[in-house]
């Protein structure tokens, strides 16, 4: 029997978790970052991640693909930035999950920020300090979480992270999703609509997949309902926010301010209005990063290849029809 060909484009830190499986498998390095990462032609796996070649590839499948692996297991928890002709005609896996802590704990992170303003509260000298010390005697005290209200709009694997951090700290926790409830989460208030949701909430945390039902779904008839003052965050794809809508909202007062760890696109142009935004923070998608999504995604992949060798079902399947 032949071993497996399986083209790596994740890199030589993957090659300790392949080698245990000898020779059932021929590891075959790529780059997804070269011009053609779909060239893989005769591959029976393909391991990638999210790269500008692969945003950049043809609407239709190219020579190079071939009739394409069996199996192809991405990196990220979406797969927004792959051409549909990837996902369609084999199992495609992701990394659901795999950074789900790191980005909760920077939603959280960024809900403290804001409450607390200790990012505004700096002293440079002995008069500046009594000063700062006596506005929050006098009346300006700094903000807190307990009995804030976070809604989430989505509620996998990173919503329910972030749920659990913020019922940590007091928070009231309300959230939408696309799919069904199951009934059996702790804590958590389903609520129908995501324009039932914004009215209500003090912080929003937009954690869903960027698919064609959810581009462009937070818009400016959405952040007109917005409760006044609103902390809106966003981890998930830049596409799903209407960015010149965002601005308005934040110059009207609607929305008080915005943390964004995604924007659309990535990088966005000099001179663009949210690099220099008095009430945006913005951060160059980083939230995923955390000292265990590397052993996460080895792991996954481990586990995955040896499901595959045996014949069993694998993991996290991507749904093609619904976009993740």
């Not at 083209?7 to 970052?33: C, K, S, T, W, Y």
């Not at 991405?74 to 199992?91: E, K, M, N, Y």
């Not at 807190?144 to 989505?154: Q, T």
Request: charge should be neutral.
């Amino acid at each position: 029997m032949r071993p497996l060909v399986v083209v790596n484009q994740l890199g030589a830190g993957l090659h300790p978790a392949l080698a245990p499986f000898g020779d059932r498998v021929r590891v075959i390095d790529g780059d997804r970052e070269g011009d053609v990462p779909w060239d893989v032609d005769g591959a029976d796996i393909l391991l990638t991640g999210p790269s500008r070649s692969w945003q950049a590839a043809p609407d239709r499948r190219p020579a190079e693909w071939g009739a394409g692996p069996c199996w192809v297991q991405i990196a990220s928890a979406g797969v927004d930035g792959f051409p549909a002709w990837l996902l369609q005609g084999r199992a495609v896996t992701c990394g659901r999950g795999d950074a789900a802590v790191p980005i909760a704990e920077y939603v959280l992170g960024a809900l403290l920020l804001h409450e607390k303003r200790l990012d505004t509260v700096r002293p440079d000298g002995p008069a500046a300090w009594l000063r700062e010390a006596a506005a929050l005697k006098r009346g300006s005290p700094l903000g807190g979480l307990a009995g804030r209200v976070v809604g989430l709009a989505g509620y996998g694997a990173i919503g329910q992270a972030v749920a659990a951090r913020a019922r940590a700290f007091g928070m009231r926790v309300l959230a939408w999703r696309r799919g069904a409830w199951t009934g059996t989460e702790q804590d958590v208030e389903p609520v129908a609509r995501l324009a039932e949701l914004i009215e209500q909430v003090d912080h929003l945390v937009l954690a869903l997949p960027l698919t064609r039902e959810t581009e462009g779904c937070v818009n400016a008839g959405l952040l007109a309902r917005a409760k006044p003052g609103l902390h809106l965050v966003n981890v998930a794809r830049g596409p799903l926010v209407d960015q010149d809508a965002l601005v308005a909202a934040l110059d009207s007062g609607r929305v008080g301010f915005a943390t964004l760890d995604v924007t659309s696109p990535e990088p966005l142009p000099a001179g663009h209005p949210f690099y220099t935004h008095p009430a945006i923070r913005l951060t160059p998608h980083v939230s995923w990063s955390g000292p265990a999504v590397g052993q996460n995604l080895r792991r996954r992949i481990t586990a995955n290849l040896e499901r595959f060798l045996e014949g069993r079902p694998l993991q996290d399947v991507v749904d093609a029809a619904r976009g993740y």
